[in-house]
C-alpha cells in the first residue's frame, strides 16, 4: 500500500501516479516537452508526478510499465531509431530511400510478439533508467500492451461487469483484444493478431493521403464524409479482410497491405480512399463487437486503444442492439498506457482501484500568482465573482469574439475539455473559419466541436441516450436544429459534442447556461488552446505566447479577465 507510478516511454509517452490505487496525477511528456505526441522516456512527465504530491523518488513503492515486444525493446536501448521514425512520420524530415527502408523495417518487425530475451532487455533497460533517478528501492513490474489498454477502460469506467475490447496499431505482438471481466476477475476471450490491425490499416490509409500517421487519422475519417459513397459489395479495402466466422482476418499484412491499398488509392479519389476506409471499419468492428456481445451475454461494453478516437464507429458501437450502457476510455491511445499499467499492477496487488472518470482534470493547475506580472503588456482585470465571470465571455462571445478559457488543473488526454479550451460561437460559419484562418490553421474539411447542456443535447442530437462527457462520440443533428451548431457540424450532418449536466457546478458549465439565457441555447464551439502544431497550452507562459500569436482578443484565466490591443489601466 502506499505510492505507484505508471509510465509509457512510446508515442504520446507520459506518467501517471496513484496512492493507494486512487488516481493522483496524469500526464503526457508532450505537454512538458513542447513535442506533440512525444516518444522519448518521460522524465518530465515523472517529475510532475512527484512535485504534485511532494514526493521524492524514494516515496514510490512500484513502478509498472507496458509492452515488451522486440521493436519497443530495440528502441529502448537505440532511442535515435523512435527520433529518426518521429522526424519522419512528423513530416519533419524529407522523403528519401532510407525512410521508406525504415518504414518497411518497422512493420516487420512490429509484428514480433515478446519473447524472453526482448522481455529480460526491457526490464534491465528500465530498471537502469529508473535507478538513475533515484527509484532504486522501487519494485518493477511490466504489463502486457492490451492490458493496460483494458485495464484503464475497466477500472475508470464505473461498470462492474462487461465486454472490454482494445483495438489500436499493435503492441506486445497483438492488434487487439477482448476481455470479460465479473468479480474483479479478468478473463481474456481473444486476442487479435498484429497483422490483422485495423489501427495498421488506417494508418497505411492515412500515409498515402499524404497525412501524418498516428496524428492525422482524424482527417481522414472528415474527408470520408465529402466522397460519393461506393457500394459495401464494391468496396476495393473491405475485400481486404476475412470476416466470415465471427473472426477477423487480413489476406495482407504489413507492408504488403499498403501496396495493395496503394494499387486502390491509383483508381480512386482521395476522399473515395477515406470512405472506403472508414466504411470497412464501420462494418467489420461493430460486427465483430456484437459477436462477442452475444456469445457472452454482456450487456456493458467498454472501449479503448487508438481505433476507439473514431468518434464514428463509436457511435455505431453504441447503437448496437442489446447494449444498454458503454463507455470509451477518454485518452484511449497509447497515452493512456501509463495509467493503465498502473491500475492493473494495484489491482493485482488487491489495492483499490475502482472509480469512476467524472471529468478529466489531473494535470498541474497554472500558476495564477505570476499572471498580472506574466501580461503586463495588456489589460488585465481582476473579476472577483462567478456571474462577472460569465457576464464577460458571453458579452464578448455575443460580439463575435472567440475566448480563450483557461480553468485549473490540465485535461488529461487528447481532448480539450473546458480547462484549456477556446470557446466560440456555434451559431455562426463565419467564426469557424476565423479560427481558422487566424489560429487553428486546420484542413477546410475537418468540423470543430460543440460543448453543450444535456437538455440541449436531447433537443438538438437525433440519437442521444446517455452523456458524452469526453467527446468520444459522434451524434446525429437534427435538421430543425442545425442552425444552432452549424460551426461545428459535419458536412454529413453529424457533429462530436461534449455534453455537460445542466446543474454542473464548473464555471464551464455557468458560460453555458449565461449563453443559454442570452441566446436560447446553451451550445458553443470548444477546440483545444494552443498553437498549431504544438500541445495544449499547459502553463500561464504558454498561454501568453499563445494569446500573442493569435488573432483572438479577450481570455479568461482563472478570474483574470485579459484584453489585447488595450493599455493597462494604471492603478
Given amino acids: 500500500m502506499g505510492w505507484s507510478l505508471g509510465i509509457w516511454d512510446g508515442h504520446d509517452s507520459g506518467a501517471a501516479l496513484l496512492e493507494n490505487g486512487h488516481i493522483r496525477f496524469l500526464i503526457n511528456e508532450e505537454r512538458l516537452s513542447k513535442r506533440k505526441l512525444e516518444v522519448h522516456f518521460p522524465r518530465l512527465s515523472i517529475q510532475a508526478c512527484l512535485e504534485s504530491q511532494g514526493l521524492r523518488s524514494s516515496d514510490i513503492e512500484r513502478v509498472s510499465y507496458s509492452t515488451t515486444d522486440p521493436l519497443k525493446t530495440v528502441s529502448r536501448y537505440f532511442p535515435s531509431t523512435k527520433e529518426n521514425y518521429y522526424q519522419i512520420r512528423r513530416k519533419k524530415s524529407p522523403p528519401s530511400h532510407s525512410s ?207 481505433v476507439a478516437s473514431n468518434v464514428k464507429l463509436n457511435g455505431l458501437i453504441r447503437s448496437i442492439p442489446g447494449l444498454d450502457h458503454f463507455y470509451v476510455f477518454p485518452h484511449m491511445g497509447d497515452g493512456g498506457l501509463a495509467l493503465g499499467a498502473a491500475l492493473l499492477t494495484a489491482h493485482r496487488q488487491q489495492e483499490f482501484v475502482w472509480q469512476q472518470l467524472d471529468e478529466l482534470g489531473w494535470g498541474a493547475d497554472l500558476n495564477y500568482a505570476s499572471i498580472e506580472s506574466t501580461f503586463s503588456d495588456f489589460r488585465v482585470t481582476r473579476l472577483n465573482s462567478p456571474e462577472l465571470r460569465v457576464e464577460s465571455v458571453t458579452a464578448a462571445l455575443a460580439k463575435g469574439e472567440p475566448v480563450f478559457f483557461a480553468q485549473g488543473r490540465m485535461e488529461y488526454g487528447p481532448r480539450a475539455l473546458g480547462h484549456r479550451s477556446i470557446l466560440a460561437r456555434a451559431d455562426s460559419t463565419d467564426i469557424k473559419d476565423q479560427l481558422n484562418l487566424g489560429l487553428k490553421k486546420r484542413v477546410w474539411f475537418q468540423p470543430f466541436c460543440p460543448v453543450m447542456l444535456e437538455s440541449d443535447a436531447n433537443e438538438i442530437l ?106 493597462r489601466e494604471s492603478k
Wanted: net charge neutral; glycine share 8%.
Fill in 100 to 306: 521508406t527502408f525504415i518504414k518497411r523495417w518497422k512493420y516487420r518487425v512490429s509484428e514480433l510478439p515478446p519473447n524472453w530475451f526482448s522481455r529480460a532487455l526491457s526490464q534491465r533497460w528500465m530498471r537502469r533508467e529508473l535507478d538513475r533517478m533515484g527509484f532504486e528501492r522501487s519494485t518493477l513490474y511490466a504489463v502486457d500492451h492490451h492490458d493496460a489498454h483494458i485495464a484503464a477502460a475497466i477500472f475508470t469506467s464505473g461498470f462492474k461487469s462487461g465486454l472490454a475490447v482494445s483495438l489500436d496499431g499493435l503492441g506486445d505482438g497483438n492488434s487487439g483484444s477482448v476481455c470479460v471481466w465479473r468479480d474483479s476477475k479478468i478473463e481474456v476471450k481473444t486476442r487479435l493478431a498484429a497483422a490483422d490491425s485495423f489501427g495498421i490499416l488506417y494508418e497505411h490509409v492515412t500515409n498515402l493521403l499524404h497525412y501524418r500517421e498516428l496524428e492525422d487519422e482524424g482527417k481522414v475519417m472528415a474527408l470520408a464524409s465529402f466522397a460519393t459513397p461506393i457500394a459495401d459489395s464494391e468496396n476495393r479495402v473491405l475485400e481486404l479482410i476475412d470476416r466470415s466466422g465471427g473472426g477477423i482476418r487480413f489476406r495482407f499484412h504489413g507492408w504488403q497491405l499498403r501496396e495493395k491499398l496503394e494499387e486502390i488509392l491509383w483508381r480512386y479519389p482521395p476522399e473515395q480512399m477515406a470512405y472506403m476506409v472508414q466504411r470497412a471499419l464501420e462494418i467489420c468492428v461493430p460486427e465483430w463487437i456484437a459477436h462477442w456481445l452475444k456469445s457472452t451475454g454482456e450487456r456493458s461494453l467498454v472501449f479503448t486503444g487508438g
Fill in 462 to 567: 437525433e440519437d442521444y441516450r446517455g452523456r458524452n462527457p469526453f467527446m468520444t462520440c459522434a451524434f446525429w443533428v437534427k435538421k430543425i436544429a442545425r442552425s444552432s451548431v452549424v460551426g461545428a457540424l459535419n458536412v454529413d450532418g453529424s457533429c462530436r459534442p461534449q455534453v455537460l449536466l445542466d446543474d454542473d457546478p464548473s464555471l464551464y458549465a455557468s458560460v453555458l447556461r449565461g449563453w443559454k439565457r442570452m441566446s436560447g441555447r446553451g451550445v458553443l464551439i470548444n477546440t483545444s488552446l494552443n498553437v498549431h502544431g504544438e500541445p495544449l497550452a499547459n502553463t500561464v507562459d504558454d498561454l501568453k505566447r499563445a494569446f500573442e500569436e493569435t488573432t483572438i482578443r479577450f481570455m479568461l484565466i482563472g478570474d483574470y479577465w485579459i484584453e489585447k490591443n488595450l493599455a
